[in-house]
């Protein structure tokens, strides 16, 4: 990780590959068991990775 952290230096602060827009990017993980678990906690009518990402957009419009 870090070299891939080393090789967006001196570059726009976007990320640099997708492997690293996908560790960094929960929106990105919407089928993973803990990001799933984790907003099934949030609200129990999730049950796949299109309604955990609509869970976690309203959650994090939320969020102050």
Excluded at 35 to 55: I, K, W
């Amino acid at each position: 990780m870090k070299s891939i952290a080393a090789s967006c230096a001196n570059r726009a602060s976007l990320p640099c590959t997708i492997r690293l827009e996908v560790l960094i990017n929960t929106f990105l993980r919407t089928r993973e068991t803990d990001t799933m678990t984790a907003v099934h906690h949030l609200d129990a009518s999730t049950h796949d990775d299109s309604t955990v990402f609509s869970a976690l957009r309203q959650w994090k419009n939320q969020f102050k």
